[in-house]
């Protein structure tokens, strides 16, 4: 939820693929709504001296044909409007329950 890491960084071949091939399923909740993470990955990036890029929790990853099917995506902007709400918004408890006790969601989805 609201990942401060390179929005390719879960793409095979990428700096997490071992750790996204240890899991049954991984979840990527992000919001473009969520300035903060977009903002301040920004930031940290310039200041590191790298070109802009995007944090995979204000975005979907950059290519998702890249992406393992053990990942899962969800779009968050129409219920996340702000950093650290996604810990209070019934919408992603109502999404993580169904994925525990319902039917799974596809590959991406959008809250």
Same mark, same amino acid.
Do not use: W
């Given at each position: 939820?609201?990942?401060?890491? /390179?929005? !390719?960084? $879960? !793409? ?32 940290? !990036? ?6 802009? /890029? ?7 990853? /950059? ?7 053990? $990942?899962?995506? $969800? ?14 918004? /019934?919408?992603?408890?109502?999404? $993580? ?15």
């Amino acid at each position: 939820m609201a990942a401060a890491v /390179d929005d !390719e960084s $879960i !793409e095979k071949g990428q700096k997490y693929e071992g750790a996204i091939l240890c899991c049954d399923t991984t979840y990527v909740f992000h919001s473009k709504r969520d300035r903060t993470v977009s903002l301040a990955y920004r930031a940290g !990036e310039f200041a590191a001296g790298h070109g802009p /890029d995007a944090a995979l929790g204000s975005r979907s990853p /950059d290519n998702p044909a890249g992406l393992s099917p053990k $990942i899962r995506v $969800i779009n968050c902007k129409r219920v996340i409007h702000e950093h650290g709400k996604y810990k209070n918004t /019934d919408e992603v408890y109502g999404y $993580i329950k169904n994925e525990l006790y319902g039917t799974p969601a596809p590959q991406f989805s959008q809250l």
